[in-house]
């Protein structure tokens, strides 16, 4: 497996575009979380999806913001009508349910709000 | 009120010496778990090492070393024998339950760590 995928890397878009990122988990990984990182802050916690089902939502995720994860596997993360307070780095985790203690991260998309 | 506490912002070390970077946490559950994650430039976030808040010993990871002073609510990491490839964004983070029954980590606002040749 090569770990947790994210697409796209970088993202520059308008402000009041809409734009979606995805993220492919390890396989056998039913757990997937998105967080969000600012710059010289530590990442926040968004979401959390348990195999297909959406099971938290931080108050951070306005109405502007939808995840899915159909199936189960991969997952996407929509921003409607962009601002530029949402510039920042969107990373995406996957953990096992009684696996070993560790999440394991993407690379992350950064988006950038011109 | 912040429930993890990086008060280092940024930590020069010489190449070859060891480094501790602070880590302080608040939770009044008795079980967590407490992470190190390293951060380069590139963003991914690498998972370094785990400490859970019942393990009797400190746990180590190779060159990597975490300081657990329990009553202290203290979780330092300790790299040994440091390189020019441990300069990083280095991030501490708790385990903890959400309201929904799930969990999450949550993360301080990490130490920005320089290793000079």
């Known amino acids: 497996d090569t770990g947790v995928s994210q697409d796209p890397r970088h993202k520059i878009t308008k402000r009041g575009q809409n734009v979606t990122f995805r993220c492919d988990p390890i396989s056998e990984h039913n757990r997937l979380y998105w967080y969000r990182q600012t710059l010289g802050q530590g990442p926040e916690f968004l979401t959390y999806f348990q195999n297909e089902a959406q099971l938290e939502k931080s108050r951070l995720l306005s109405d502007r913001f939808s995840a899915e994860r159909p199936k189960g596997s991969f997952s996407t993360l929509e921003i409607q009508r962009t601002e530029q307070g949402d510039s920042a780095m969107y990373l995406c985790?996957?953990?096992?349910?009684?696996?070993?203690?560790?999440?394991?991260f993407g690379s992350g998309t950064r988006l950038t709000v011109v | 009120a912040q429930k993890i506490t990086q008060t280092q912002p940024g930590m020069f070390v010489q190449e070859k010496e060891a480094v501790t970077l602070d880590c302080t946490y608040d939770t009044s559950d008795p079980s967590y778990g407490l992470f190190w994650y390293k951060q380069p430039s590139s963003g991914e976030m690498i998972f370094l090492i785990y400490?859970?808040?019942?393990?009797?010993q400190n746990a180590t990871e190779g060159r990597y070393s975490l300081n657990f002073q329990k009553a202290r609510k203290s979780a330092n990491l300790v790299i040994s024998a440091s390189q020019l490839g441990d300069s990083a964004m280095y991030f501490c983070?708790?385990?903890?339950?959400?309201?929904?029954?799930?969990?999450?980590?949550?993360f301080g606002k990490g130490t920005k760590l320089t290793v000079n040749p």
């Open positions: 983070a708790m385990r903890e339950a959400t309201q929904g029954g799930s969990e999450k980590l949550v």
């Open positions: 985790a996957s953990s096992l349910v009684g696996g070993p203690y560790g999440y394991t």
């Open positions: 400490q859970g808040s019942y393990d009797q």
